[in-house]
T-cell receptor
Framework: GDSVTQMEGPVTLSEEAFLTINCTYT??????LFWYVQYPGEGLQLLLK?????DKGSNKGFEATYRKETTSFHLEKGSVQVSDSAVYFC???????????FGTGTSLTVIP | SQTIHQWPATLVQPVGSPLSLECTVE??????LYWYRQAAGRGLQLLFY??????ISSEVPQNLSASRPQDRQFILSSKKLLLSDSGFYLC??????????FGPGTRLTVL
């Protein structure tokens, strides 16, 4: 079945460091891919998405490229801020649109 | 614009008591609706999803149930809570394979 695997956390970085959170997926067909962010005590918010191969999603300095050949959707940011501290979830939706699959989440802490 | 509401925001219940959590969506029609549970420091566990009124799919056998009495209303229930039911419950909606939109969540503590 479809699934998402993302790197284990927690991740601790200094402010202005480069961030990569790895995400790979297994799916039949051509899923849509998403990154969500969750701040403490809140629901998940969509950070970015890509709906087909080679698409790049971007938002708030974060980027991720849909790589079909490596079945990956790694999240990157060139310079993190303290306000980026949160839990990040990689996810995919199957083409039926009824099922979404989430990774286990990666906790990021950015220290000044 | 679309909004999703969940209540209550926080709930403390004794073991063996009943549960009813409500989720409503505004500004859209015929959404797919989902209930997730997130244990402390853990990922999301899909509990139920619904593609229409009265249509409920259960992903995990447990003492919880869900109902969809109206197009934009999704209710999570239990007749007798267990300690293991504690967690953060999230409702979400989507249209097809497009993104999911999440509610603010309900923090449930079972004592």
């Amino acid at each position: 079945g479809d699934s998402v695997t993302q790197m284990e956390g927690p991740v601790t970085l200094s402010e202005e460091a480069f961030l990569t959170i790895n995400c790979t997926y297994t799916a039949t067909g051509y899923p849509s891919l998403f990154w969500y962010v969750q701040y403490p005590g809140e629901g998940l918010q969509l950070l970015l998405k890509a709906t087909k191969a080679d698409d790049k999603g971007s938002n708030k300095g974060f980027e991720a490229t849909y790589r079909k050949e490596t079945t990956s959707f790694h999240l990157e940011k060139g310079s993190v801020q303290v306000s980026d501290s949160a839990v990040y979830f990689c996810a995919l939706s199957d083409r039926s649109g009824n099922q979404f699959y989430f990774g286990t989440g990666t906790s990021l802490t950015v220290i000044p | 614009s679309q909004t999703i509401h969940q209540w209550p925001a926080t709930l403390v219940q004794p073991v063996g008591s009943p549960l009813s959590l409500e989720c409503t969506v505004e500004g859209t029609s015929n959404p797919n609706l989902y209930w997730y549970r997130q244990a402390a420091g853990r990922g999301l566990q899909l509990l139920f999803y619904s593609v229409g009124i009265g249509q409920i799919s259960s992903e995990v056998p447990q003492n919880l149930s869900a109902s969809r009495p109206q197009d934009r209303q999704f209710i999570l229930s239990s007749k007798k809570l267990l300690l293991s039911d504690s967690g953060f419950y999230l409702c979400a909606w989507s249209h097809g394979a497009d993104e999911q939109f999440f509610g603010p969540g309900t923090r449930l503590t079972v004592l």
